[in-house]
């Protein structure tokens, strides 16, 4: 069975058969359905009904048809696939009710009022004489055109048979999306003075120039407002020049030449811009793909959405701190501004470890902070002089599943034996996308706004003007200091600080669970929603060890000018086949006590400092480094002395050999050598007696010389 205002349509087309069911005698003036010509693709809208009787209206512009038929014809037809339903809004006015303005809604009002009367006269209405009678007298009565009545009816029954039904097809009006041609004549009213001049038409040539220079002067990093764009346009339009093809060159800078482009007022020039929709790949030409869709780009999702709870993924990242801190050997000297690592858990917003030194971003600095996400944390508190409670930062010998990094210190071939090792998953972020490890990022911010208005040396901005005071002079802290201020700062976040604006689980809410770090991180320990694992802090010291060459040789593993000794090492190692083997070493570069070796068999032996260098215990590797620079540079200079020195004896012995000659210009008779051949005993005696004469004489010429 139809109802009122379904739309049905014919499949196929009828040629009429002649013949027509039965229906009520008033019907009988209106066009039976079995009897008329119907093309395919006719649709038509059930405008009336009672009992079997059926009245359809052909659903078109141009002309008011009826037909007559009955329920049971049309269920035939449904069956045959003659015809089809199809949904009954589908000619309903697109705009919504509500969007209608104050004018559209009159005209809806006052067409309704006008066609109310003929409405009622249902069926009669629908018969062609009587409606023509009826259309003609209620003009009349209106004051309207008959054709005017015959429209708001057509439109009536066409677009749902609802008073909005008569709103006015507003969004018809005009060409939408078509550029009008204003061919001599400039579009838009008229200026309402007459000392105004009328804007310009604009020509094919105008909008080309319009782009050429808009982005030879507006899509560039430099670039000034969209005003000041159209004032550099404009100037290169009032100032063209002709040119000369046949020299294909300038013929001299006119104001007015025939053949010059308009001058187009700052309206035209932005309703052009603003509709050729260029304002997005404007900026992303001026920023860069990569800045544009880290500054412009829709939030649409969170990012712990995909996350199964705690320890899903750590986010690690490091900035330099906006604050100066003093030496703590000696608090009259600035050390500058140190580096803060923090590793934050992404599903509770957890702050599980903190890393606080003056070394640069470098594997080094995160191995430190991953270190303190296993440490104890009551114990690591103690030693800057904080009392807390193990409830308080409850993160102690645990690892997640994943750790985002911004492809710095975890993309280096130093991270692969810590991803095998521990089975942590590292993942990298896009090059220059900070945001897309928001999380880390935004605790930064908050560290800092935290301390900004009370920590002496706080850096307030990037640069510094006439008059500004120099922060670097305020510094009162040194690095301990700063690192418990860093820890009371992160207990607070981690225990107190309500995140109004996090999405978190239902789970949470039913149980009463605050937005709170702290409280979402233990009811997601006890909900089983984790994926920590359990870590020594000697496992991930191992696993965080650098691993390097070292050579193997007879004073023990050298390794950076240092060498290390182990019993084993010198029982197994073949020195009277080989005098120098290279062997793999994992090393602490903040620890010169000891390396360890890798075995062959994928353990460690641990080789400690060699007796001769006691020098360099207890130091960093880098600390080690300058001290055997600054050995080899005395070691230079001392060379270099004694060059000076050997020199100066080999000049006092030419000197002496020189005088010797001078005495002595003859070598020795061979006569007289063998003239002093004497007995063993007789040259002895000889010997020791000519001894005994220079030794007096010496004593003597010390005794003068002493008088004198």
């Not at 000392?195 to 899509?219: D, G, Q, S, W």
């Amino acid at each position: 069975m139809l109802f009122m205002r379904e739309i049905v349509e014919f499949r196929r087309s009828r040629r009429g058969s002649g013949a027509s069911q039965e229906t009520a005698p008033r019907l009988h003036s209106i066009e039976a359905l079995e009897a008329a010509k119907i093309k395919k693709g006719t649709q038509a809208r059930v405008v009336w009904t009672e009992g079997d009787d059926v009245i359809l209206f052909e659903i078109q512009e141009k002309r008011t048809q009826f037909w007559r038929g009955s329920q049971s014809l049309l269920r035939q037809w449904l069956l045959d696939e003659v015809i089809e339903q199809k949904p009954d809004n589908l000619y309903d006015p697109k705009l919504h009710p509500g969007e209608a303005k104050g004018s559209a809604l009159e005209r809806r009002d006052r067409a309704y009022e006008a066609i109310k009367p003929l409405l009622d006269l249902t069926p009669a209405i629908f018969d062609r004489k009587f409606r023509a009678q009826a259309v003609v007298k209620r003009a009349s009565e209106l004051g309207k055109s008959p054709r005017t009545v015959q429209v708001w009816l057509r439109r009536f029954w066409m677009h749902g048979m609802t008073a909005n039904a008569l709103i006015p097809s507003y969004h018809n009006c005009g060409n939408p999306g078509e550029r009008r041609n204003p061919k001599n004549s400039p579009l838009g009213r008229r200026p309402e003075s007459d000392e105004v001049e009328r804007a310009a038409p604009i020509t094919a040539k105008t909008l080309k120039t319009f782009e050429t220079l808009t982005n030879k002067y507006y899509r560039k990093i430099e670039r000034g407002s969209l005003r000041r764009t159209y004032f550099r346009i404009r100037r290169e339009l009032e100032f063209q020049a002709p040119h000369d093809e046949e020299l294909c060159a300038l013929v001299e800078n006119v104001p007015e030449f025939e053949g010059r482009l308009p001058v187009p007022t700052f309206r035209q020039y932005r309703y052009w811009y603003e509709r050729s929709r260029r304002r997005q790949s404007d900026e992303a030409a001026r920023l860069g793909a990569t800045a544009y869709a880290k500054a412009h780009r829709p939030i649409l999702g969170s990012a712990s959405v995909s996350l199964a709870g705690v320890g899903s993924r750590f986010e690690v990242d490091a900035t330099k701190l906006d604050c100066y801190c003093v030496a703590k050997s000696n608090r009259r000297k600035l050390a500058g501004r140190p580096t803060l690592y923090l590793v934050v858990d992404v599903y509770s917003k957890m702050i599980v470890g903190m890393y606080l030194g003056f070394e640069e971003p470098s594997w080094s600095g995160a191995c430190l902070a991953l270190r303190n996400v296993v440490e104890n944390k009551v114990d690591f508190c103690a030693r800057y002089g904080l009392d807390i409670s193990a409830a308080e930062w409850p993160v102690e010998g645990l690892m997640p599943a994943r750790i985002l990094a911004d492809r710095g210190e975890f993309e280096s071939y130093d991270a692969t034996d810590f991803v095998e090792m521990t089975g942590v998953t590292v993942e990298n972020t896009a090059p220059y996308r900070g945001d897309l490890k928001g999380t880390v990022e935004k605790r930064f911010d908050m560290i800092h706004s935290y301390m900004r208005d009370t920590i002496p040396g706080m850096v307030s901005k990037n640069y510094v003007e006439k008059g500004d005071r120099d922060h670097r002079k305020l510094a009162k802290l040194n690095i301990d200091e700063l690192t418990a201020v860093i820890i009371s700062r992160i207990i607070y976040l981690n225990n107190y600080n309500l995140l109004s604006k996090h999405h978190f689980h239902h789970g949470m809410s039913e149980a009463g669970i605050q937005p709170i770090p702290l409280q979402m991180w233990n009811w997601a320990l006890e909900n089983g929603r984790s994926e920590l694992r359990k870590v020594t802090y000697q496992q991930l010291d191992i696993a965080l060890l650098l691993k390097k060459k070292a050579t193997s040789t007879k004073e023990g593993i050298k390794f950076r000018g240092l060498a290390f000794v182990s019993l084993e090492h010198r029982e197994t190692t073949p020195w009277h086949y080989e005098k120098t083997c290279t062997v793999t070493i994992s090393y602490d570069p903040e620890n010169t006590n000891q390396i360890w070796r890798h075995r062959g068999d994928g353990s460690f032996e641990l080789c400690r400092l060699a007796a001769g260098y006691d020098a360099f215990k207890g130091k960093t590797f880098a600390e080690a480094q300058e001290d055997l620079k600054e050995r080899r540079r005395q070691a230079k200079l001392a060379e270099k002395s004694m060059a000076d020195a050997h020199a100066r004896m080999a000049e006092l012995d030419k000197q002496l050999i020189a005088r010797a000659k001078v005495q002595s210009p003859t070598p020795l008779l061979n006569t007289a050598i063998q003239e002093s051949k004497i007995t063993g005993d007789q040259e002895l005696k000889e010997e020791q007696e000519v001894r005994r004469a220079e030794v007096d004489k010496r004593r003597s010429g010390y005794e003068a010389h002493a008088e004198i």
